[in-house]
């Protein structure tokens, strides 16, 4: 009989539960917990926490993943997007090349969380 395996999420170190039910439609362990198989971006896509927003520059800076921090300008944000971004907001992107280094491009919000709880970092 199936019965629930502890796995260890390949990204995030965090212990998983694998259920029967997944064991019955996985062909093989699952690398990812399902946090974060839901918070894997597009392909050709990353995601970053806001770093600073200059509202008076229009451009800021976000830290990715790997601690890089990218410079991004009001004009990559989707035009659906209001102006500004706030200090910690979880947010998905392009990277695309510049005169200058590698900017954001297709900047969008990920909204997690509702509009009543304030972001993390504030
Ligand atoms: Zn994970």
Redesign the pocket.
Same mark, same amino acid.
């Given at each position: 009989m199936r019965q629930d395996f502890v796995l260890t #999420?390949?990204? +995030?170190?965090?212990p998983?539960l694998w259920t029967p039910a997944e064991q019955r439609d996985d062909q093989e362990q699952p690398p990812? #917990?399902p946090? +974060?198989r839901h918070l894997l971006p597009a392909e050709g896509r990353r995601r970053g926490l806001v770093k600073f927003c200059s509202l008076r520059k229009h451009w800021g800076f976000i830290t990715q993943p790997d601690g890089v921090e990218l410079f991004f300008h009001r004009s990559a944000l989707a035009p659906d997007e209001a102006w500004p971004l706030t200090e910690g907001e979880l947010v998905e992107y392009a990277v695309e090349p510049s005169p200058r280094g590698p900017q954001a491009a297709a900047l969008r919000r990920l909204l997690l969380t509702d509009t009543t709880t304030p972001p993390p970092g504030s």
């Open positions: #999420c390949a990204s +995030c170190q965090t998983f990812l #917990c946090v +974060c």
